[in-house]
């Protein structure tokens, strides 16, 4: 399964509970997340959004083709 | 035989000012998510946030330096650090102990949030709710300016204040929270 994944980067407030949780996706940058690929297969994402204190990061299921 | 007041006015006044940074960190925690004031980001909400805590451990330790070296009451170094082994009104000050120290396990909390996991860090956060009672408390019960109509104005501020903004944080919708569908606009 694919997840696309979507960062409000108006509503990060940079806790980096993110970028600790699924590193090879997110990264923290000028104290605000951002993606290091637009989608991904790992189910690191969905604990990464679920962590987010802000709410700021969604993930969408991609179907497959 | 008169003593030097400088200390217990700056216990005093270190107390007051922890007090006051303390109400000024938990209402901008308070509001990094339920965003009153749109146009301020949350990153720069949560930055006054900690610098406000750190200020108010700067301050409450200040507190407790003051009122060692001061002479109107007697307070030995580890009455500051254990509960109820203070002979000046032993259970407000034990109070302001037990809030110091869990202030400054909620501090610590985020330098360790990678340790506990954010889930633990947010549970541990509940704890401000009973850090600001418990600082209230603390304050109306063992200081000397209690009775003072600028010192009961001071307290009730920052009560009123933390209730309207626990309030709005409980009933405001969370900002953002889903994905938005693709051609709208939010």
Known sequence: MTYRIV??????SGFGSCAELAPEIFELEGGVARLRVGSSDDEAVLDAADSCPMGAISVQLVEAA | ?????????????AGFTAYVLLT??????????????RSLKPAAVVDTHRTFAMLGLGALALHGTAL?????????????????TSSYRPVATAIGVLTAELMILVYASFSMRKRIGPKNWRRLHWATYAIFAGATVHGLTSGTDTTRPWAFALYLGAVASVAAATAYRALARPASNRPVPKGATS
């Open chain 2, 1 to 13: 035989m008169t003593h030097d007041p400088t200390f217990w006015l700056l216990a005093r006044s």
């Open chain 2, 68 to 84: 060692v070296l001061d002479q109107t009451v007697r307070m030995p170094v580890w009455a500051l650090v254990v509960p109820f």
């Open chain 1, 7 to 12: 960062i409000d980067q108006s509503l990060c």
């Open chain 2, 24 to 37: 000024l960190s938990v209402l901008a925690g308070l509001v990094v998510k339920s965003r009153p004031f």
